[in-house]
């Protein structure tokens, strides 16, 4: 449905359209209508020209499109009847076929040839003439196809007005041609002239060639007017262009032309009364235009008036002083003195025009520079930037390599000469470094470097909560950096802050994060004083880059500090621990020793040789094979490390026990070991220790077994056999006295175990020192030889003491002087005190001790040489035990003796307990 | 009449040594070292020797080996007398020359079989 109706409406519009034309337009369309046009003269004819030029504008100006075919009879050059014939015969053969609507002829020749031939051309064709001189209205061959413009020439007003303007006229040259229309000029100026005939004197001539013409000109006198009527040729018989002729005839005269055409004017003709070609054309086309429409040439009026109008040039009239006002009321003037600016239109307009284009070109000019000089601003400040920030980068790449290897105290240095050369740089008046404590929950300003005049805040900067400034804490914690470029712009939250800063005069600041192990280690940044400066992102990411060679270097020299107490503590360890250290590098066959290991066995670490095979032939023979085979068996893998005990030789020749302890640290690729590490501890104290021990198990069971044989033996003997009585009392006796010695022993025993774990507790009460000696000594007198002397400085020697300890003591030491010493030997036993202290002798004249052996005496399982020697018995535990027993009480216990002199043994007990040092 | 030397420094071990063969009619004769135990060995040429090898000055070991020196090792019967804890020693000493071993302590009556096993 809605297809159809806008086929309707489509429909109805065209036919609207279609309607429309045809109502608008009042005469029918006259497209592909086409017109001769028949031109007496030739083609660049002036006058010709304009009468052809006013019909197509015509015919343009009423928007019609026509074709026009135009043909040119060049009268001016052939007009005789043969000629005519001729092109009759011409145009017959070429129009056989041709029918135009309508002839437009032009000028008197065009006409009379229709006249003569059009019927057998071109019958029935309407034809419009115009530019006709003689038009003769009674020509029979004028029939109804006939209508046209006739050529009125008006010689009357020309010659006129040209009197009026020349006053002082008394002659009037008359020149016209020799052609058709010139006969008729020739009569009608004739009349004219004949009007004047009283005021003036005149004379016509009938020239075709210009060169009769100039010279009648030259020749004439002053006060004459020139009435130039004809077309002229030359002397080839060539039509003179029209402009041409008056040009040349002015110039050849100083007397005034005048004419009756529009083609002279401004050529050099004064003026007239003109007749315009193309105002013919222009009518001619309108009828035709008419006749194409449909009237009919009859039904149009042939048009007889004039179509002239006067017009003058003005310049030519400025030649002979004529003035505008002079000239007859609807005067044209052409060619009027152009102002300077009509003159110089041209010019003048190119003048403006290109000052107009100098204008815009030197705006755009003055833009660009500008802009140029703008951009080249910005170039220069970015250049600046840049080449600021290449020196920072330079910088920064120099502080790089600073920050390399150095010690605590250099670092420090090189941290103050850093921060001045980036102040300095970024032309900053300050710039510091923060370390926190997290510990503390503080922040301290560490380094810092300012301007001369800028008071340094160093001081005032140390222990500061880190609460103090949380808006500050939180963003460097995030690891952001700070940029402040005003610091009156700082948010709410940063107060603190702001105060702080403003305090000091502090315009702008950037705060940048130091990392650090765990977030941060610290802050550094850089403040400024005289101005708020603005920082752009690469400089502050390179400021970034400052902040982490920082943190590098405080990471580094901390390590570095770690790692020198690391082996300061190694070092001392090694020392303190008599460790000798060993580096085995397997491959090269080095070992490296350390001052331990090399003072171990006597040497210092120069004259040691550093291979493998120092160590193995240090080693004692009898241990070698086993010690070298353990150290095997870890190299190959079977063992997770190597251990061994073994002596090896020291430099002076002795033998030392050592103990042997390392591992593997670094295999290669098959596993072979490249680098073993270990350490050597000097075990002598340990083995003698052993060896002691061992001596005091094989001691201790032959003392335990020999009185348990006896006691054992004998009783046996009194089970088994009947024996007499004085055998059986003996017996009984031995087993007495041998089973109280083993209890003795146990005691002994007991009580070296009671003293090393400690349990020592002392039972204090006031004794007396000499009724102990006595007791002891008594005990002795009645089975011993020796001869025993007691002298007491003293009175009363009283002091507080456990009673039974110190009388163990007594009697130890009693009982060693009893036993080194030849019986019936002296046996002196004295007490004496000082404020402090009693002291109490035992001396002997016995075997006396070595002095290497003194300073062992008072050791556990201790036995003297020359105890074995002599066939002494003993646990070697009493002098210990007195020894434990003496510290307990806050007394010293010591020797004096030398071998073979008799000894002297010695105890102190403090009268105020607590009074001496404790063993 | 069996000649018995008894060597051991102990003078309780060597008067129950000695009070247990005077039980039998043993000649006994005693040296308390190793080196009057050799003198008298070549003075009075023993049958049996009871040697403690635990000495002064010259020990049990030292004495056969001594006497193996001189080749008159095996012309007497020696029994050496260990402690517990001298596996090494006595079985040196046999292997130089002692031909039977008693450890202490030791029962009187075991002494007294083992001299007439011996003898």
Not at chain 1, 152 to 168: Q, V, Y
Not at chain 1, 664 to 675: I, Q, Y
Not at chain 1, 907 to 915: A, M, N, R, S, V
Request: net charge negative; aromatic share 8%; charged share 30%.
């Amino acid at each position: 449905m809605k297809g159809t109706k806008l086929k309707l409406i489509l429909g109805l519009l065209i036919m609207m359209l279609f309607l429309s034309t045809l109502v608008t337009a009042d005469y029918t369309p006259l497209n592909d209508k086409e017109i001769l046009l028949l031109h007496s003269y030739h083609k660049d004819y002036k006058w010709t020209a304009r009468i052809d030029q006013g019909i197509r504008d015509e015919f343009k100006e009423a928007n019609l499109e026509v074709s026009f075919k135009t043909e040119y009879l060049d009268t001016k050059n052939y007009n005789t009847e043969d000629y005519f014939r001729d092109l009759y015969q011409i145009y017959r053969k070429k129009y056989a076929d041709k029918k135009f609507d309508l002839i437009i002829a032009s000028d008197d020749y065009a006409l009379n040839f229709l006249l003569d031939y059009k019927e057998e051309l071109f019958s029935n064709t309407p034809v419009v003439f115009c530019g006709v001189n003689n038009f003769n209205i009674v020509d029979e061959r004028l029939n109804q196809d006939y209508t046209g413009i006739v050529e009125k020439i008006n010689f009357e007003d020309t010659i006129e007005a040209a009197l009026k303007l020349h006053p002082n006229t008394n002659k009037i040259v008359a020149i016209t041609d020799k052609s058709m229309s010139g006969s008729k000029n020739v009569e009608l100026v004739d009349e004219a002239l004949a009007g004047f005939f009283s005021e003036i004197d005149y004379n016509i001539y009938r020239f075709n060639n210009i060169n009769r013409v100039n010279q009648t000109v030259q020749n004439l006198k002053a006060e004459s007017i020139i009435l130039l009527a004809g077309v002229f040729k030359d002397d080839n018989n060539d039509v003179i262009p029209t402009d041409r002729t008056a040009q040349f005839l002015s110039n050849q005269t100083e007397q005034p032309i005048y004419s009756v055409w529009d083609f002279y004017l401004r050529h050099g003709i004064v003026g007239g009364k003109l007749v315009s070609g193309y105002y013919h054309g222009t009518q001619a086309a309108q009828k035709s235009i008419k006749i194409l429409r449909g009237q009919k040439p009859a039904e149009i009026k042939i048009t007889n008036e004039e179509a002239t109008k006067f017009m003058f040039d003005a310049q030519v009239m400025e030649k002979f002083k004529i003035a505008t006002d002079a000239l007859p009321d609807g005067s044209i003037v052409v060619n009027q003195k152009k102002s300077y600016y009509e003159v110089h239109k041209k010019l003048f307009w190119i003048v403006v025009l290109g000052a107009l284009v100098l204008i815009l070109i030197t705006i755009i000019l003055l833009r660009n520079i500008t802009k140029r000089s703008q951009a080249e601003d910005e170039l220069r400040e970015s250049n600046n930037i840049l080449e600021f920030q290449i020196s920072l980068e330079r910088l920064i790449a120099h502080l790089s390599t600073q920050f390399i290897s150095l010690d605590h105290e250099k670092l420090n240095k090189q941290i103050n000469k850093s921060l001045q050369s980036i102040a300095q740089l970024l032309k900053a008046d300050r710039s510091y470094i923060f370390l926190i404590d997290q510990a503390n929950g503080e922040m301290n300003n560490a380094w810092e470097w300012c301007e001369d005049e800028i008071s340094p805040q160093i001081n005032n900067l140390q222990n500061l909560p880190l609460d103090t400034f949380p808006w500050v804490m939180n963003k460097l914690y995030n690891l952001e950096n700070i940029v402040i470029s005003d610091v009156d712009d700082l948010p709410q939250q940063a107060e603190n802050l702001k105060q702080t800063l403003k305090e000091q005069d502090i315009k702008s600041a950037i705060l940048i994060p130091i990392p650090g192990k765990e977030s941060i280690a610290g802050f550094w940044g850089i403040d400024a004083v005289d101005e708020k400066k603005a920082w752009n992102n690469n400089i502050i990411n390179l400021l970034q880059i400052i902040g982490e060679i920082f943190g590098n270097a405080l990471k580094q020299s901390e390590y570095e500090a770690k790692l020198k107490r690391n082996q300061e503590r190694l070092q001392l360890s090694l020392w303190g621990a008599n460790i000798g250290l060993w580096d085995w590098n397997v491959e090269e066959d080095e070992v490296d020793f350390n001052k331990q290991w090399a003072n171990m066995f006597g040497y210092d670490t120069d004259n040691i040789k550093n291979d493998l095979s120092t160590w193995k032939d240090m080693i004692h023979p009898e241990d070698k094979q086993e010690a070298i085979k353990k150290l095997n068996q870890h190299l190959d893998g079977k063992t997770d490390h190597f251990e061994s005990e073994h002596r090896m030789r020291t430099k002076s020749g002795n033998w030392k026990w050592v103990l042997g302890r390392g591992r593997v640290v670094t295999r290669d690729v098959d596993k072979n070991p490249l680098r073993v590490v270990g350490v050597h501890v000097d075990i002598s104290d340990k083995k003698e220790l052993d060896n002691m021990k061992s001596e005091l198990i094989s001691t201790v069971s032959h003392e335990i077994r020999t009185p348990l044989s006896s006691v054992l033996g004998f009783t046996e003997l009194l089970i088994e056999r009947d024996l007499p009585e004085e055998k059986r009392n003996q017996y009984l006796e031995l087993i007495h006295r041998e089973s109280n010695r083993l209890k003795n022993l146990i005691n002994d025993f007991l009580d070296i175990q009671r003293i090393e774990t400690g349990g020592q507790k002392l039972d204090l009460a006031e004794i007396n020192l000499d009724s102990i000696v006595n007791e002891v000594i008594e005990l002795y007198e009645i089975h011993d030889d020796h001869q025993f002397e007691v002298e007491f400085e003293t009175e009363e020697n009283r002091v507080i003491a456990d009673y039974n300890k110190i009388k163990q003591v007594v009697t130890n030491l009693v009982s060693n002087s009893v036993k080194y010493s030849n019986k019936g030997s002296k046996i002196l036993i004295s007490i004496n005190s000082n404020q402090e202290r009693f002291k109490i002798e035992v001396k002997d004249q016995g075997i006396g001790i070595a002095k290497e052996e003194q300073k062992n005496l008072f050791e556990r399982f201790y036995r003297s040489r020359s105890s074995t020697k002599n066939q002494i018995e003993g646990t070697g535990l009493g002098l210990a035990i007195s020894k434990k027993i003496v510290a307990a009480h806050g007394g010293e216990i010591g020797v004096e003796s030398e071998l073979n002199e008799g000894s002297i043994f010695y105890f102190t007990i403090p009268k105020q307990i607590g009074g001496g040092e404790d063993g | 009449m069996a000649k018995i030397l008894v060597v051991d420094d102990e003078d309780t071990m060597r008067m129950l040594i000695t009070e247990t063969l005077a039980l039998e009619d043993y000649e006994v004769s005693e040296a308390t070292n190793g080196k009057l135990a050799l003198e008298l060995i070549k003075k009075d040429k023993p049958d049996v020797i009871l040697l403690d090898l635990m000495m002064p000055e010259m020990d049990g070991y030292q004495v056969i080996s001594k006497l193996k020196e001189q080749g008159i090792v095996d012309d007497f019967k020696i029994v050496i007398l260990t402690a517990k804890g001298q596996q090494e020693e006595k079985e040196a000493a046999l292997e130089q020359g002692a031909d039977h071993f008693l450890s202490k302590p030791f029962s009187p009556m075991q002494l007294l079989d083992l001299v007439e096993e011996i003898l």
